[in-house]
C-alpha cells in the first residue's frame, strides 16, 4: 500500500556538486533498471507518486532529506539516468524546475509521437499535466507558488505528477503527488494522499469533499445571467471590507443578511483582506465563463484565464449569500512509511515493512 501525499521542507539555495550528482544518477540507474525488470516501469511511476517513498529515494542517494532542492535533483538525476533507454524502459520523464516545467506538454507529445501513443492518449496525458497544475495552484491556496512541475509516464499510459511549490514568508517548500490510479475526480481530493511538517491555519482547499456544494454552486453562478452574477459580485466589492465587521447589506430597498464570518469561526479567513473591487480582469474571466457555461467544476477550473481569484471569488460567494460552505482546513498530513517505534503516528507496520525489506534484498542481488 502506498503512503502518499504533500511533503513540506525548508527553502535550498545551494547547488548539487557535480561529483554528487554524476553518483546519484548512476545509483538511480541502477534501481531504475532492476525495478522495471522485476516489476515493470508501471509499478515505478506508482512508486514515484509515494512522496515517502520519493523522498526515501532521494535520500539514499546521499542528497539532504529536509531540503527543498531534494525534489528537483532528483528529477534531474532520474531525468538523466533513463536518458536514451526511455523506450527500452518503457518510462518517460517531462518538464522539470522553472521555465522546464513549461515545457512539459510539447514533452510529452514528442515522447507519445515517438512512441506511436494514439493522439487521444497523448492528449490526455497533457490535459492531465495541466489540470494537476491548475488544481495545485489555484484550487488548493496554501500559500505555495508552484515552481516545479515534472511528469512521468509509462508506455502503458500510467502517470505521476510529482510538483512543489515555495513559500518565501515561511521559508519552506511543499510537494505534491498525483498517481493516475489513485485518481477519480481531478477536481475531488485527486492526489495520491498528503505528508507535510507544517500545518496552516485557514487554507481554501475546494478539492475537499465538504467543498462539494461550493463546486456545484460556483458552477450553477457562470451559468446564470451574467447580470445576475455581477449582483452577486457586487455585493462582495460592497463586502471588500474585513469580513468580520459586516453582516447586512442593503441593496435598494432590500436588506440582505450574509454570514457572519467572525474570528470565533475562523482563526484567519482567507478573505478576510480580499479586495475584490479593483479587478477589471475577474469581470473578463467570469464573462468568459459565462459564455461557454461550462457543465461542471472541473470544466470551470480546466477554462483558460481561471486562476486562483476567480475561485476565490466564486467560493465566497456561495459561502456568504448562497451558505455553500468550503473547506478551509489543510489538506496536509503526517505520514511515514512504516510507523515509529514509540507508536507516533502509529505502530510498526511490520508486514509492509518486511516486504519493503524482501524488495530492497531482490534489487540488491540483482
Known amino acids: 500500500m502506498i503512503k502518499k501525499g504533500v511533503a513540506t ?7 548539487c556538486p557535480p561529483w554528487l550528482f ?7 540507474q541502477g534501481i531504475i533498471w532492476a525495478m522495471v525488470e522485476e516489476y515493470g516501469p508501471d509499478e515505478v511511476i506508482e512508486r514515484l507518486a509515494d512522496p515517502v517513498w520519493f523522498q526515501a529515494l532521494g535520500t ?18 532520474l531525468k538523466e539516468a533513463i536518458r536514451n533507454s526511455e523506450r527500452e524502459l518503457g518510462i518517460f520523464i517531462c518538464g522539470g524546475k522553472g521555465k522546464t516545467s513549461r515545457k512539459t506538454p510539447e514533452q510529452i507529445l514528442s515522447w507519445s509521437e515517438k512512441i506511436n501513443l494514439p493522439q487521444q492518449n497523448a492528449n490526455a496525458l497533457v490535459y492531465n499535466s495541466k489540470m494537476a497544475a491548475k488544481v495545485d495552484s489555484s484550487l488548493i491556496q496554501d500559500g505555495f507558488q508552484i515552481y516545479h512541475h515534472a511528469f512521468f509516464f509509462s508506455e502503458n499510459g500510467a502517470w ?16 505534491y503527488h498525483w498517481f493516475s490510479k489513485n485518481v477519480k475526480d481531478l477536481v475531488q481530493e485527486p492526489h495520491s494522499g498528503i505528508e507535510s511538517k507544517v500545518t496552516l491555519d485557514a487554507v481554501l482547499n475546494m478539492t475537499a469533499k465538504e467543498s462539494a456544494k461550493a463546486q456545484n454552486i460556483s458552477t450553477d453562478l457562470v451559468s446564470q445571467p451574467f447580470n445576475a452574477l455581477m449582483k452577486d459580485i457586487t455585493i462582495l466589492r460592497k463586502y471588500s471590507t474585513p469580513v468580520s465587521q459586516m453582516a447586512k447589506i442593503a441593496i435598494g430597498k432590500e436588506q440582505l443578511t450574509l454570514l457572519n464570518l467572525e474570528d470565533t469561526e475562523f482563526k484567519t479567513h482567507p478573505v478576510i483582506k480580499e479586495d475584490f473591487s ?11 465563463l459565462h ?7 472541473e470544466n470551470l477550473l480546466a477554462t483558460e484565464g481561471v486562476g486562483p481569484k476567480t475561485i476565490r471569488a466564486l467560493a465566497l460567494v456561495a459561502e ?8 478551509y482546513e489543510d489538506p496536509a498530513r503526517y505520514s511515514f512509511a512504516h510507523g515509529g517505534k514509540d507508536a507516533t503516528p502509529y505502530p510498526v507496520d511490520r508486514d509492509t515493512y518486511d516486504q519493503t525489506l524482501e524488495k530492497l534484498r531482490k534489487f540488491i542481488k540483482k
Not at 521542507?9 to 547547488?15: A, E, P, V
Not at 542517494?61 to 538525476?77: E, K, V, Y
Not at 456568504?320 to 473547506?327: D, E, F, H, Q, T
Open 320 to 327: 456568504v449569500i448562497y451558505g455553500a460552505k468550503p473547506s
Open 160 to 175: 505521476t505528477v510529482v510538483q512543489q511549490g515555495m513559500n518565501t514568508e515561511n521559508q519552506s517548500a511543499r510537494r
Open 291 to 297: 459564455e461557454r457555461e461550462p457543465e461542471n467544476y
Open 278 to 288: 479593483k479587478s477589471k480582469y475577474l469581470e473578463k474571466i467570469l464573462w468568459r
Open 9 to 15: 521542507f525548508t527553502l535550498d539555495y545551494g547547488k
Open 22 to 28: 554524476e553518483r546519484m544518477v548512476k545509483g538511480a
Open 60 to 77: 539514499v542517494l546521499a542528497f539532504d532529506w529536509n531540503a527543498s532542492g531534494l525534489t528537483t535533483i532528483l528529477t534531474a538525476a
